[in-house]
């Protein structure tokens, strides 16, 4: 849209490049051309806005199969108005004086136009192409067949529009019949999915039952190891246990040879020290019976003071003394008297 100000009583338009203005005045054209910017009077002036930049149409619209199948059908327009002085003596392209603003929607019917014709094509393919086909070929064929149809629209150049190109972004059917056409491939997936699940498996029971296997002949030769470390230490508590005895024969030979020497000693000692007493006996025995009675008497009672405790005073009868003194050949106190 053009931008027009207002300065005492006059009015200025000033366009994009991308619009194309017409400026009548009294009947004649006194402006044509794109991106224009003059000065004019609105109640002398008439204006047409014609925008010649590339312009990009969405539609969407239903068609049914030769097997009787709804669909809906995605496609893109892109188009331009090469002529527009042609366009504007077709179509209600003018716009106020005052604001700018187009006065009708010529957008809207060129939108109309193309909408109608690349339905009333897309409709003639899909009314002869069943449903499977219109879903894996349909969006080559219905775009060819539009963009040959729109180009042999005689109305299009007439009204100075040129279709630069022509897209057509999906061709899907009813919910129903889509989630009906998908089963079978996602059946399919399952099944190499559960296929794939299963050789996944049989694969870990294959590996599982390696690891089994080795984890039994780890177990036994770990046995067999210790049988071995078993016998092994039997042997060696077997050597210790001779080796141990053949010691302590050896310590018991050495033990009873060395008592038995000892023995020996201790008897020789024995007969010598009982010789030596025997021979001390002996002599003393003679020496005793070369002495008389009184002597050994007078001995036998010295041995005996020796032995007996510490007497301070003793007191004698007169009886006793007497004895005493005739037992040592002495006169009793009588005999002196």
């Known amino acids: 849209m053009a931008d027009i100000t207002k300065r005492f009583g006059w009015r200025h338009l000033r366009s994009a490049p991308t619009a194309h203005i017409r400026h009548h005045k009294r009947g004649q054209l006194a402006h044509d051309g794109p991106g224009l910017s003059f000065w004019y009077r609105s109640l002398s002036a008439a204006l047409s806005e014609v925008p010649v930049n590339d312009r990009e149409l969405a539609m969407a619209f239903h068609a049914r199969t030769s097997d009787f199948q709804d669909v809906t059908v995605q496609a893109t327009v892109t188009y331009r108005i090469s002529d527009p002085a042609g366009a504007a003596t077709r179509l209600d392209f003018s716009v106020d004086p005052d604001t700018g603003v187009w006065r009708g929607a010529p957008l809207e019917q060129i939108a109309t136009l193309l909408t109608e014709t690349a339905q009333q094509h897309t409709l003639d393919v899909l009314a002869r192409t069943p449903l499977a086909g219109a879903l894996v070929d349909g969006v080559a064929s219905v775009r060819n067949r539009v963009a040959e149809g729109l180009g042999a629209e005689p109305r299009l150049p007439a009204t100075g529009i040129d279709v630069v190109a022509v897209r057509v972004v999906a061709i ?166």
């Open 172 to 337: 899907r059917p009813e919910a129903e019949v889509e989630r009906a056409l998908r089963t079978p491939a996602r059946e399919q997936i399952q099944q190499e999915a559960d296929r794939a699940t299963y050789e996944r498996r049989a694969v870990a029971v294959e590996r599982e039952r390696t690891i089994a296997e080795n984890e039994l002949a780890s177990q036994i030769e770990l046995a067999r190891r210790e049988e071995q470390l078993v016998e092994q230490r039997g042997t060696n508590t077997r050597r210790e246990a001779e080796e141990n005895a053949a010691a302590d024969g050896v310590r018991a030979e050495a033990e009873a040879a060395r008592k038995v020497r000892l023995a020996r000693a201790e008897a020789e000692a024995a007969r010598e020290v009982g010789a030596a007493r025997a021979e001390s006996q002996a002599a003393w025995l003679r020496v005793h019976a070369e002495v008389d009675t009184g002597t050994l008497h007078a001995l036998a009672a010295g041995r005996l003071a020796e032995n007996l405790p510490r007497i301070d005073s003793v007191t004698l009868s007169p009886d006793v003394l007497t004895g005493l003194l005739t037992r040592l050949g002495r006169p009793g106190p009588e005999a002196r008297a």
